[in-house]
């Protein structure tokens, strides 16, 4: 599913002059098909270690099952090529701690699928809680919910993330690593975990976790992640309270989601909501995306990671926030089986 919503964004980058695709890999042939339809690459094959090798690609995406990432990564590494690698980044904290520490050996531009960073009012977000006219933050809770991506539940689906084998974790690792990274880039690192968590479908992997976070700056805050029966439902909502105000948020990976919502409200005035379009096109503007055709906000993400390595810069979000966002998951699946907080 992310590789084709990734293809669109390819090919809207080719469409605009700013990559060439040269080639993509799958080993099923329909996957192949889909990634064709979504985006025209010179040649097609089943085997990515022979895209990887291609001495005509300067850059690799990988958008396969997480189980994958390791053998993709580090070949894309050993080759010299640029990298993008979809979260999460590996099934355990061990396998990403190996990776990580091979990117950050070899020096190379790694950028990893945190593209909730990019979405306008998350970064609104961001500005709001670190800009000091509110105060200082206190605490959050944040609810993340999808609906169950396996095929078992949505027909057509690929069900690889419900098998802990393949995804190493659930709803927190597969989803809300998202969420996990957005609470470490505006709150900073975290310090304590404590958590729960449920398997109410009877899959090999958690489809609830709840976790309480306590961050290095003292703001402490909840997560409620769900993967749910309800198809077509994928919903964030965080609430934040300031000493002297509190922000209301909630978002999807779809740009103008119906239920995109921001609201802000300070001492003895009524909330004010946020002019939403206002909002994504002030972000847009800044992050200099020139187009407005997309649905998904991948795209925003690759835009940035193109034009980052293009010129040599450092990319964001990379493998070192992606480390930090796997250890405070991992810390709280060991709270979950000890019935006991653990310390980063």
């Not at 701690?97 to 050996?105: F, G, Q, R, S």
């Not at 689906?157 to 609470?183: C, K, N, P, T, Y």
């Amino acid at each position: 599913m992310i590789g084709q919503i990734h293809a669109d964004g390819l090919k809207k980058l080719a469409d605009d002059g700013e990559i060439v695709t040269v080639a993509a890999a799958d080993p099923s042939a329909e996957a192949r098909e889909a990634v064709a339809r979504n985006c025209r690459f010179s040649r097609y094959s089943a085997d990515p270690l022979d895209v990887i090798s291609d001495p005509e690609i300067d850059a690799v995406m990988v958008t396969s099952p997480t189980v994958t990432h390791r053998e993709l990564v580090n070949a894309t590494v050993a080759a010299g090529k640029l990298l993008f690698c979809e979260k999460p980044l590996a099934p355990t904290l061990e396998v990403v701690e190996e990776l990580c520490d091979t990117v950050a050996a070899s020096g190379s531009a790694a950028q990893v699928g945190f593209h909730s960073r990019f979405h306008p009012l998350t970064r609104e977000l961001h500005q709001v809680v670190n800009g000091g006219d509110l105060g200082r933050p206190m605490g959050y809770t944040l609810r993340d919910d999808q609906y169950w991506p396996t095929g078992q539940v949505v027909p057509g689906h690929s069900s690889w993330r419900s098998d802990r084998e393949q995804a190493g974790g659930g709803a927190l690792l597969e989803h809300s690593i998202h969420a996990v990274d957005i609470l470490c880039w505006i709150f900073g690192p975290v310090r304590l975990v404590h958590a729960l968590t449920r398997r109410v479908f009877g899959y090999e992997v958690e489809d609830v976790a709840t976790v309480m976070l306590e961050h290095e700056s003292g703001v402490v805050g909840t997560v409620l992640t769900v993967f749910n029966g309800v198809r077509g439902r994928e919903e964030r909502r965080i609430e934040v309270f300031l000493e002297r105000g509190a922000v209301e948020m909630t978002t999807d990976f779809i740009v103008a989601a119906a239920e995109d919502s921001f609201l802000v409200q300070v001492p003895d005035r009524q909330a004010v909501r946020a002019d939403l379009s206002a909002v994504r096109e002030r972000h847009f503007e800044h992050m200099g995306i020139e187009r407005r055709d997309f649905v998904f906000y991948p795209y925003a993400a690759d835009l940035a990671w193109v034009r980052a390595v293009r010129i040599g810069g450092r990319v964001s979000p990379d493998f070192e926030d992606a480390r930090r966002a796997h250890r405070v998951v991992d810390a709280a699946y060991r709270s979950a089986t000890n019935g006991e907080p653990v310390c980063l």
